[in-house]
């Protein structure tokens, strides 16, 4: 079983920076590859990046290419998700998941994650 917990988002302006950050506790966290979510008031939730189970293959949404950056610290079991150049429609809730072991299907569907933390609010002002 894994517990995720996010924090770390705020209230920031356009063009800003910000890091969230997703703490993890069980085993298998550093075996599985973790992803992050958002979703935005009125919307459905939406895939924005990945990574491996070693950090050595990373995944984004077209809409964050370029911007935002995950990685991941299997010592201190903690996923981040710099984001730079915010922009007014990265306000969202992000979530940060852990991959389903054995899941085989495309990566940015939310089936392939099996374990989700509470969510941690980024809101970006104009």
């Known amino acids: 079983q894994v517990q995720l917990v996010e924090s770390g988002g705020g209230l920031v302006q356009a063009g800003d920076s910000l890091r969230v950050s997703c703490a993890a506790s069980g085993r298998t966290f550093s075996s599985r590859a973790m992803g992050w979510f958002r979703q935005a008031p009125g919307k459905e939730r939406e895939f924005v990046a990945r990574?491996?189970?070693?950090?050595?293959?990373?995944y984004y949404a077209d809409s964050v290419k370029g911007r935002f950056t995950i990685s991941r610290d299997n010592a201190e079991n903690t996923v981040y998700l710099d984001m730079h150049s915010l922009k007014p429609e990265d306000t969202a809730v992000y979530y940060c998941?852990?991959?389903?072991?054995?899941?085989?299907?495309?990566?940015?569907?939310?089936?392939?994650?099996?374990?989700w933390g509470q969510g941690t609010q980024v809101t970006v002002s104009s």
């Open positions: 990574i491996s189970w070693n950090g050595g293959n990373t």
């Open positions: 998941a852990a991959a389903r072991a054995g899941y085989i299907g495309t990566y940015y569907r939310e089936v392939g994650y099996d374990y």
